[in-house]
Every structure is written in C-alpha cells, then in structure tokens.
C-alpha cells in the first residue's frame, strides 16, 4: 500500500530541531502472512534537537519508536533491534561537567517483553577537578546516580561518589608517568535482584553498599610524527591497578554489563 511520509526541521536562536515520521495502513495479516479481514495502522516517528540554554548549559533529544517490530525493516527505514529515545541536559565549565538523561527502549526482537525493558529515569554524571598545584597535581572526584526500572523483574537505585588525587610527572625525554589514589563509595537501593549466592531462583529486595580503594600508576608515551599530508600517532600505555577484591554483595545487580538487545 501506499506510504505518507513527513519531515519537519526547524533552526530557531537557541538551535535546531528535526523530526520525521510515515505512516501507512495495509491489509491485516496473520502469523503466517496471509491477509485477513481489515487494515492495520503501522509506522513510526523519529527526531532529534539540540538547544543552548546559556554559556554553560544545553539540553536536547534524540528519539525513534515503531508501530511494531518489524515495520522498519519491513519498509527500508532500518533493521535496528532496539530503538533508543534520551532526552538529556549537559553543563560543562572548565574541567568539569554535569550531564544527566533519561532513556526508553523499544526492543524489536521476537523475545521482547516490554514489561522486562528497562527505563532510565535518570542518570546523571557529575565530574569536578581542582586546579593543578605548582607540582600539576589535583583532586578529581566524581558522582554518578542511576535510577533503573521495570514493570516486570528487577529494578535498582545507585548512588556512586568518588574522590581521588592524580599526581602526573613528565620527563624530558617525553615518558609521562601519573599516580592516582582514589575511594569509591556505591549505595543501592534494588527490588526483585536475583540472589546469586543460592542455587533456586529466589530474589532480594532492599538496601546495601560497598567501598572501595584503588591505586593506579600509569606510564605513557605518546609519540608523533607529522609527514607531508598525514599525522601518526602511536601511545603505548601501560596500567598498574591495585584495589582489594571482594565478592559483590548479593543485591547488587549486574546492570552496567548488560547489553541491551
């Protein structure tokens, strides 16, 4: 059948904004592709905008749902498996920066369930430094909050703060050499986590935290080469990490390392 599509861009003083959209309504089909009886509305919407509020602080979104799993592939606008929406606000100033979003998913895959796909609501990353001393050195610290849920399964609150000190040391043959100490605190708050310390599928609910120290020296050496036309860089990098390994508390869920499909 027929397809109406629609594309609407506007560039205002603080931005710009585009949004597109189709729609169409075909023959109702069943499991096995065979028409029946009626017509079926499918489509979808996407966009995306970008604003400046001020000198510091900007703000904008970038969105894109279907009607159903396999409209867009179905009718060329792509073959993704999850279609992701944000809208997000971001402040940076000198070094440090504060950026915070919400995000929907849409899974496009025959085994989604809605109610089991999270929301972010929100997430929100602070990062603030010191000024370097005479000796280059500064404390860094850093805070993350993360508010996950779902209809269905597991749901978790985090609060993560951080403070370190990076001391960096250069040599006149160009090694750079940096020690950095820091402790990190996370808070959870989660509801219906699987308890990963029995062997039946019991769940746990309720508040726990952990802290933990590290110690990192790293050394670098950044070479560069500038040719007629091209630039090669090559950094080799090596990491020396030490922190105390604990096993993690068992209402702690494994959301970070998780991809969503």
């Keep these: 059948g027929s397809i109406l599509e629609a594309e609407f861009r506007h560039k205002i003083k603080s931005g710009e904004y585009e949004i597109f959209g189709s729609i169409t309504n075909p023959d109702r ?3 096995n592709g065979d028409i ?3 017509k079926d509305v499918r489509g979808h919407i996407e966009g995306f ?3 400046t509020i001020n000198d510091s602080w900007s703000w904008g979104f970038n969105a894109k749902r279907a009607s159903d799993d396999t409209y867009l592939e179905r009718y060329g606008y792509g073959n993704e498996d999850t279609l992701t929406s944000k809208i997000y606000t971001t402040a940076i100033k000198d070094r440090n920066y504060i950026y ?3 995000i929907s998913f849409q899974g496009l895959q025959a085994d989604d369930d809605p109610d089991l796909t999270p929301l972010i609501l929100p997430s929100v990353k602070l990062h603030y430094e010191t000024d370097p001393n005479k000796y280059g050195a500064k404390f860094i610290y850093d805070a993350n909050i993360l508010a996950l849920y779902r209809d269905e399964g597991i749901s978790s609150n985090r609060l993560s ?3 370190g000190w990076s001391v960096p040391h250069i040599t ?3 090694h750079v050499f940096e020690l950095y100490s820091s402790l990190r605190v996370d808070g959870y708050l989660v509801d219906n986590a699987p308890d990963g310390a029995t062997l039946t599928p019991e769940v746990v609910d309720g508040f726990t935290a952990r802290v933990i120290p590290e110690v990192n020296l790293s050394w670098k050496y950044p070479l560069f080469k500038q040719t007629s036309n091209n630039g ?3 950094e080799p990098i090596v990491n ?3 922190s105390p390994y604990e096993d993690d508390p068992n209402k702690i869920s494994n959301e970070d390392h998780l991809r969503f499909k």
């Design 29 to 31: 089909r069943d499991e």
């Design 36 to 38: 029946t009886n009626g």
């Design 49 to 51: 905008g970008d604003f």
């Design 100 to 102: 915070s979003e919400a």
């Design 161 to 163: 703060i951080q403070g």
């Design 172 to 174: 006149k043959t160009g």
């Design 232 to 234: 090669i860089f090559i």
């Design 240 to 242: 020396l990490i030490l």
